[in-house]
Nanobody, 125 residues
Framework: QVQLVESGGGSVQAGGSLRLSCAAS????????LGWFRRAPGQEREFVAA????????DYADSVKGRSTISKDNAENTVYLQMHSLKPEDTAVYYC??????????????????WGQGTQVTVSS
């Protein structure tokens, strides 16, 4: 059974940085797509970033492009989301997600098979 456990959320001031981690277990992830999504209060879940475990195909939402970096540690089966220049509008619960195959559309949350419990990010102005 695939499990995803997020960590690293917290409260920061605008302009600050955070690194979120997603520890993945329960499978070999070589054919997986791992992604980050977020849900702000009263809003729908939205795509943030995603990568294929191999072949390094990476996508970012326009809202975070240039301010965020998604990366992975193969040895630790962990995916990271490094966020810089955080804005109050980045405040949300951030979720890690995994699809058991490579996706043609990394931003489509309906294509992901597994989800973590989420970690809260709060950015104050």
């Amino acid at each position: 059974q695939v499990q995803l456990v997020e960590s690293g959320g917290g409260s920061v001031q605008a302009g600050g940085s955070l690194r979120l981690s997603c520890a993945a277990s329960g499978s070999s992830f070589s054919s997986y797509t791992l992604g980050w999504f977020r849900r702000a209060p009263g809003q729908e879940r939205e795509f943030v970033a995603a990568l294929r475990w191999t072949h390094d195909k990476i996508d970012y939402a326009d809202s975070v492009k240039g301010r965020s970096t998604i990366s992975k540690d193969n040895a630790e089966n962990t995916v990271y989301l490094q966020m810089h220049s955080l804005k109050p509008e980045d405040t949300a619960v951030y979720y890690c997600a995994a699809a058991s195959h490579w996706l043609t559309n990394n931003a489509d949350d309906s294509l992901y098979d597994y989800w973590g419990q989420g970690t809260q990010v709060t950015v104050s102005s």
